[in-house]
C-alpha cells in the first residue's frame, strides 16, 4: 500500500517552478518574479495568513541587515548583527535569534554572530565547489570552468584606497596641485 506523504513547503514550491520550466521550455533564463506571477495567475499559489507579530518581525530582520553606516575609519559597515542559538521556551527547544547594534555589542555576541556569518560564506563556497564540479563533470559543451576560493587577494583589492595623492582626479586634472611646475 502506498503511503501518501504531505509535501514540504520547499516541495511544493520546487514543483512550481519546475511546472513552469516544463510550460515555457524555450525560455532559457528567466526571473522568480515570472515565476510568481505565473503561479498566481494560475491558481498555483495563494497568500497564506501569517502570524503579524513573525511578519513583521522578518520585516524587521530584513531592514537590520541593511543597515551599514560608515566606521571613524572610513568602512561602510553593518550597524546590527544576528546570532543564532537554541534555548528552551516553556519546555520546548527552540532557535531564537539575538540582535545587538554594532556599537554596544558585546565581544561574546560579535564572536558568535561574525563566526556564524563566516560559516555561511563557507557553506556559500562549499555549494559553488559541488555547483562548478558537476558543471565540469556533466556539462554537454565539454567546458571547464576553475573558481578560486582565496579571497585574499580580493580583499586586499577591496580595500585599496580609490584616490592616491598626485594622481589624476577622475576629470582628468591634477589632484595634488602641489607637483605642477610653473612658470
Not at 162 to 171: I, K, L, Q, V, W
Request: with cysteine; charged share 35%.
Amino acid at each position: 500500500m502506498k503511503q501518501d506523504f504531505k509535501k514540504t513547503k520547499p516541495e511544493f514550491l520546487q514543483d512550481i517552478i519546475n511546472d513552469y520550466l516544463k510550460a515555457f521550455p524555450e525560455q532559457l533564463d528567466w526571473t522568480m518574479d515570472d515565476i510568481a506571477g505565473w503561479a498566481i495567475r494560475e491558481g498555483r499559489w495563494h497568500p497564506q495568513a501569517r502570524d503579524a507579530i513573525k511578519w513583521c518581525a522578518s520585516e524587521l530582520a530584513k531592514a537590520a541587515r541593511v543597515e551599514y553606516e560608515t566606521d571613524p575609519q572610513g568602512r561602510r559597515v553593518r550597524t546590527k548583527h544576528a546570532r543564532r542559538e537554541y534555548v528552551t521556551v516553556q519546555g520546548e527547544r527552540k532557535q531564537m535569534v539575538f540582535w545587538e547594534d554594532a556599537k554596544t555589542a558585546t565581544p561574546a555576541h560579535m564572536r558568535v554572530s561574525l563566526q556564524q556569518r563566516r560559516g555561511g560564506v563557507l557553506a556559500d563556497c562549499a555549494q559553488l565547489k559541488r555547483d562548478t564540479d558537476s558543471f565540469n563533470e556533466n556539462n554537454k559543451n565539454g567546458a571547464h570552468i576553475e573558481v578560486s576560493y582565496d579571497f585574499t587577494e580580493d580583499l586586499f583589492e577591496l580595500e585599496a584606497p580609490e584616490d592616491y595623492p598626485g594622481s589624476p582626479d577622475r576629470d582628468g586634472d591634477d589632484a595634488d596641485d602641489s607637483d605642477q611646475i610653473s612658470d
